[in-house]
Structures are given as structure tokens and as C-alpha cells.
């Protein structure tokens, strides 16, 4: 989160420094096409959270690429960063569909029919579709960022303008840490899983051990108390 606000902080105080520079273009100005540039970038960043703030980064891929069709000014659709734009678009439109009919929609299993089955549960293909289509959207996300700030911005810019070096080495910073926490989880995960499957293990088999030992001496008792009397 820290980081996250660094970022938009950065990038405010851009904002607010090509306020303070001449209207005119050339080297070392920013222009008002590079001010829609900054806030097309701002708003095309990525959210954490996954349900609730699903919605919320839909509402912002739309102002992100609303600002990155105003500051083409026509030109939308003759590159490639534009392409994949509507392409990010319409996958991001898609997913949140893809969430809540894969929630609410439940292929029958043993545990989920009301009549009885012998089979095993079975995946849900429209949740699997959703995982596939969000790490999708991830990678292209990423591929996105990285064209604009290394190839569209300077090629958009009327001022000759290109990307802070500080925006540049945050970004890379913010992914090095997202591959880092996306392996650390996986990782994390499988080896919690294989804990439960051992001790679920040694718990069964210890089960099946007292239920072997208890009886005998359950039998052993019962004869002797016979003998007593």
C-alpha cells in the first residue's frame, strides 16, 4: 500500500509541476496532452481485493480508456497500444459476468445436489474460466503499462516529453513485489495443503490404531469382571 501511494503521489506532484510550466511545447514542458497522459495512467492502474473492488476497477478501465481516446485526439486504433486498450476493455467487462455467474451457478455434486450421486465434485468450468480470463487480463494488463510508458507516451507527447525516471523504477518496483507475493502465495498454499493431508493421515491412522488396541483391553475387562463374579 505503501508503495501505491507513493506512486500516486509521484505522479500528483507531476501533475502539479506541468501546472506551474508554460502553456508553450517544447523540450521540458508539459503540455496538456502529457496532463491526460498522467491521469490516463493513474486511472489505468490495477486495485487489489477481487469481489468488491471488481466493480471498481471496471469504473476505472472506462476513465482510463475514455482519457487515452481524448488525448489521440482521432487517432484511436492505429497502434498497438490502442488495440490492446479495447481489447483490456472488453475482457474487463467480461470478467465481473464471469464472477457472479460462476458464484452463483453450481454444477451438481454430493454435496451440492439435492438428489443423491456417486460421482465425484466436479469443477466449476465457468469459475475456471474466470481464473484463466483474470490472469489473462493481468498479463496484458502489465504489457499495456509497459508499452505506454516506454513507447506510447514518448511517441504521443506534443512536447517532446517522456516518462519520470521515478514513475519507471516504481512501476517496476510494484511488479517485482506482485510476482514475488502471487509465487510466495502459491508456494504457501501447496505447502499448508500438504500439512492438512499429513495430519489428516497420522489422525486416521491413529484412529484406526486406538479403535485395533482398545479391543482387547475392552474384551480383556469384560472377562475379568465375569471372573469376579
Do not use: C
Not at 468488491?52 to 482510463?64: E, K, P, T
Not at 513507447?151 to 517522456?162: D, F, G, R
Not at 495430519?199 to 491413529?206: F, H, T, W, Y
Amino acid at each position: 500500500m505503501l508503495s501505491r501511494a507513493l506512486l500516486v503521489s509521484t505522479l500528483a506532484a507531476v501533475v502539479r509541476a506541468a501546472e506551474g510550466e508554460e502553456p508553450e511545447s517544447g523540450p521540458g514542458h508539459w503540455s496538456r496532452n502529457d496532463k491526460i497522459l498522467i491521469a490516463h495512467a493513474v486511472f489505468a492502474r490495477g486495485f487489489p481485493g477481487h469481489a468488491a473492488l471488481n466493480g471498481l476497477s471496471v469504473v476505472f478501465i472506462i476513465i482510463a480508456f475514455a482519457l487515452g481516446v481524448t488525448v489521440v485526439e482521432g487517432e484511436f486504433g492505429q497502434d498497438f497500444h490502442h488495440s490492446l486498450g479495447l481489447a483490456l476493455l472488453v475482457l474487463f467487462l467480461v470478467q465481473p459476468l464471469l464472477g457472479l455467474a460462476g458464484h452463483f451457478w453450481a454444477r451438481p455434486s454430493p454435496l451440492t445436489s439435492a438428489a443423491p450421486s456417486w460421482g465425484l465434485p466436479r469443477p466449476n468450468p465457468i469459475r475456471i474460466l474466470h481464473i484463466l480470463l483474470g490472469l489473462t487480463i493481468v498479463g496484458l494488463g502489465y504489457t499495456q503499462v509497459i508499452n505506454g510508458l516506454y513507447i506510447e507516451w514518448p511517441n504521443k507527447s506534443e512536447a517532446a516529453t517522456e516518462t519520470p525516471l521515478a514513475v519507471k523504477i516504481i512501476f517496476w518496483i510494484l511488479f517485482a513485489l506482485f510476482i514475488v507475493a502471487y509465487v510466495g502465495t502459491w508456494i504457501a498454499q501447496a505447502i499448508r495443503g500438504r500439512g492438512r493431508e499429513g495430519r489428516a493421515s497420522l489422525s486416521s491412522a491413529a484412529s484406526s490404531n486406538n479403535a485395533l488396541v482398545g479391543t482387547p483391553k475392552n474384551a480383556g475387562a469384560r472377562d475379568m469382571s465375569s471372573a469376579n463374579v
